[in-house]
């Protein structure tokens, strides 16, 4: 799956430690410290006895990771390495966690050198279990892991599929951007937390036959990464997207639409409950009207092709513009070929928009399908930046430090 929109950077200064233990899936932990080393985190690790069987310590330094330990007596753990994280970790992360070590967690065992750092870090702590099926069902281990959600951590729920026994069922370790995202939150300011936040995002088609659509070539992504930026700063998320696929975090609330008239509705409808709406959506501006008898037309029907009629859709920006209360901020888009800023402040005022964002299209590292993004930023009180060309993830933050109240 593409996780672009989960590629944030700008975590320096922040420490993770990383627990691994004795799971097939171990070696998974290798992949996850160089996304967390790519956001400018530091990492440090322990591995339990039984990871050393499926990963090696040398594999964690060689990447980077500071430090590196594996026993309780090893010589490296001699200065008190069982309260390190403690006093230098953020976050303390178990990846992958086996049901011996959820069960040594939940009862507050200290007889490893890593169940001892864990009873004595008070910090966030996210754990992903990766086990067989039957073991992550069994009754004691359901009740060892509601015991640790019950206190706080934060569980990254195994994902179903099958397993490297042969057997199927829910027990293999979570997608890596979906640690990662769970991760980088706890070490995000949550700026944003409590409030609601409304994210459109992709394109919308317009059918006129069976087969054929009216559209544009949006990836979604650049809202993809608004909603994520959201999130990680502990935004509740609504995002309404057209026929794009991305990957959300559970307690992201998405709706999926095809045309512009259903993602009129869907953003109208959660639009009254939210105090952010940020609308990165390419909606189309006209739809043809669907050719009579519901089927395809033929190439052979007519000379000249099919006979497409075009309608104007219903504005959701304007709509939503004129039924902003107070206490709402609405953040538009526009992309636009030439006149950027004329563009923008025009479709500012007439929108009733309290920021806009405009981009211009039409080069190949900026505006639709493109990793980055080059964007003016207009406030309603006179406000204004430029970004030149930044990835989507960096200008989403940049979005959001412009948006809310400082």
């Known amino acids: ?121 008070e910090g966030p702590v996210v754990v992903a279990p990766a086990m ?54 706890t070490l995000t300011p949550q700026d944003m937390a409590g409030k609601k936040v409304l994210v459109s995002l992709g394109p919308t088609r317009e059918y006129f036959d069976a087969a054929r659509f009216w559209s544009n070539p949006s990836t979604g992504l650049m809202g993809a990464c608004v909603a994520m930026a959201a999130w990680l700063r502990g935004a509740d998320v609504t995002v309404v997207h057209g026929p794009v696929s991305w990957w959300f975090p559970e307690s992201v609330h998405t709706v999926a639409v095809t045309s512009a008239a259903q993602m009129y509705d869907a953003c109208l409808e959660v639009w009254g409950q939210s105090d952010y709406g940020v609308m990165t959506a390419a909606v189309a501006d006209f739809a043809p009207t669907p050719l009579p008898g519901g089927g395809k037309f033929k190439k052979e029907s007519a000379d000249e092709g099919p006979p497409l009629v075009f309608s104007p859709t219903r504005d959701i920006l304007s709509a939503m513009g004129q039924s902003k209360m107070p206490g709402q901020t609405l953040v538009g888009f526009c992309a636009e070929t030439e006149k950027l800023r004329e563009n923008a402040q025009g479709k500012l005022t007439r929108k009733r928009c309290d920021i806009i964002i405009a981009n211009p299209i039409g080069s190949v590292e900026a505006g639709f399908a493109s990793s980055s993004n080059t964007a003016l930023a207009l406030a309603a009180d006179g406000r204004e930046e430029t970004w030149e060309k930044l990835p989507k993830t960096d200008m989403a933050w940049k979005i959001w430090d412009f948006t809310i109240p400082s």
């Not at 799971?23 to 990492?43: N, P």
């Not at 040398?58 to 490296?76: K, N, R, T, Y």
């Open 1 to 121: 799956m593409n996780d672009t929109h989960c590629l944030f950077t700008g975590y320096q200064g922040r420490h993770v430690h990383l627990g691994v233990t004795g799971s097939i899936a171990a070696f998974k932990a290798l992949s996850l410290m160089r996304r967390l080393l790519a956001a400018g985190v530091s990492v440090g690790v322990t591995l339990t006895e039984a990871a050393t069987h499926f990963v090696t310590p040398l594999s964690f330094e060689a990447l980077g990771a500071d430090p590196v330990l594996a026993g309780m007596f090893a010589s490296e753990a001699a200065s008190f390495a069982h309260l390190g994280p403690a006093q230098a970790a953020d976050t303390f992360a178990v990846v992958p966690a086996t049901a011996n070590t959820i069960a040594r967690m939940a009862h507050g065992m200290a007889d490893t050198l890593l169940s001892c750092q864990l009873l004595a870090f």
């Open 132 to 185: 067989n099926p039957r073991l992550w069902n069994a009754t004691a281990t359901q009740a060892n892991w509601e015991t640790l959600l019950a206190r706080g951590v934060i569980g990254v729920t195994p994902d179903c599929g099958e397993m490297a026994c042969g057997e199927t069922g829910q027990g293999r370790l979570a997608e890596e951007h979906a640690i990662g995202m769970a991760i980088l939150r």
